[in-house]
Structures are given as C-alpha cells and as structure tokens.
C-alpha cells in the first residue's frame, strides 16, 4: 500500500525555519535550491525551456525526499512521546 505524505508545502516551509527541524532535512531543500541556482547542472538553463526541466525535477523530486524524512520523524517524535507519557506503573504489576 500506497503511504500518502500527511506534510502540506505550508508546514514544510514552517518546518524548514524551527529549529527542532533536522539538520540533514534543510540540508536536503538547501541542495535543491543551490541546483537551480547555480548554473552548471545538467542540462544548462541556455537550453530553453528543456533546461529549466531538469531543475524543476531537482526541485520536485529532493522536496518530495524531504517532505517524506520530515513525516518520518514527526511519526517517531510523537511515538517517543506517546510512550514516555504512559501511566504503566510496574511496582502494580500482578503476577
């Protein structure tokens, strides 16, 4: 099955700018905007309308990457969360 991502472009933009936010995550989203920027990539922007593809790709696809990762760890974070907030005393157990 087909996991859709619960990430909306707007929380990921918010996300990119919190400072919980990993490290690796915005190193991710800086990559593809340094591709588009700077001008030797793989199919030069003097290409017309083919070179400004790849760097929509880039954008796209690397975007998509992080969007993902960045799920991934909200789901792990609230996890942790979720299991440290328990009321499980083990001094109650009955055996």
């Known amino acids: 099955m087909?996991?859709?991502?619960?990430?909306?472009?707007?929380?990921?933009?918010?996300?990119?700018?919190n400072k919980e936010t990993p490290t690796y995550i915005k190193a991710i989203t800086g990559l593809a905007l340094a591709y588009t920027v700077f001008p030797a990539?793989?199919?030069?922007?003097?290409?017309?309308?083919?070179?400004?593809?790849?760097?929509?790709?880039?954008?796209?696809?690397?975007?998509?990457?992080?969007?993902?990762?960045?799920?991934?760890?909200?789901?792990?974070q609230a996890t942790q969360t979720a299991n440290t907030h328990t009321d499980f005393d083990p001094n109650k157990v009955i055996n």
């Open 2 to 17: 087909k996991q859709t991502s619960k990430m909306t472009l707007g929380k990921f933009s918010k996300a990119l700018f």
């Open 41 to 76: 990539d793989v199919l030069p922007d003097i290409f017309g309308p083919l070179g400004f593809v790849d760097d929509a790709a880039v954008i796209g696809v690397l975007t998509t990457i992080a969007m993902s990762l960045l799920d991934n760890y909200n789901e792990k």
